[in-house]
């Protein structure tokens, strides 16, 4: 079992585990087809769905093996998207959404970031990645910014729901970096 931290605090972000009473703001986003156009999971369309995305979240820290922050900007106490960390035999997988009207701010890049440096802390664990949308190049940027290497296309191989402009699984970028 992996142990992450149920806090981080950065300069102007809080990250924690999301709640139920998140539910609303995290809706705002998960069901929007402009956010989820490039997620592997498909856009909200009822309540359900987030409910269901929350238990998974709950599971996922009980087990110590994921670990989802929802973003809440400390100034305003504004929840506006979430980074997690997935662990496996493999290493840690980062991943991280953010609703687009915070997008271009650095917001995605502090909390992936910093959920990036909690997760390097656990010693055991050699390799970190993400993968993106090859036509994503805003999230390629984010990875970029968090000192992540530019390792390859996986071509076809994720499905994006939320992309009716394309057929079939999608090439990903994947970007790590790998401890020394």
Sequence with gaps: MIVMPGHIAT???DLRAPTPQDGPAIWAYAS???????????????PD??????????DGWAAGDDFTYGI???????????????FSD??????????????????AREAAG???DAARE???????????????????????????SFEGCLRRRSMRPNRADVIGPQD?????WVRP
């Excluded at 997620?39 to 369309?45: A, I, K, L, R, S």
């Excluded at 769905?49 to 709950?58: E, G, M, S, W």
């Excluded at 809440?72 to 997935?86: E, I, K, N």
């Excluded at 990903?172 to 790590?176: F, H, K, S």
């Design 122 to 148: 656990i010693s055991s664990i050699y390799r970190f990645w993400a993968t993106c949308d090859a036509d994503n190049p805003a999230s390629a940027a984010v990875l970029k910014a968090l000192g992540m």
């Design 114 to 116: 910093h959920v990036l």
């Design 72 to 86: 809440v900007l400390r100034a305003s106490a504004t929840f506006v998207g979430m980074a997690s960390c997935q």
């Design 90 to 107: 493999e290493g840690a997988e980062i991943g991280f959404i953010v609703a687009p009207a915070y997008w271009g701010q650095g917001i």
């Design 32 to 46: 929007d087809p402009v956010a989820t156009r490039y997620m592997v999971w498909p856009t909200h369309e009822t």
């Design 49 to 58: 769905d987030l409910d269901d995305f929350l238990d998974d979240v709950a």
């Design 172 to 176: 990903d970028l994947i970007y790590a």
């Design 11 to 13: 300069p102007r972000l």
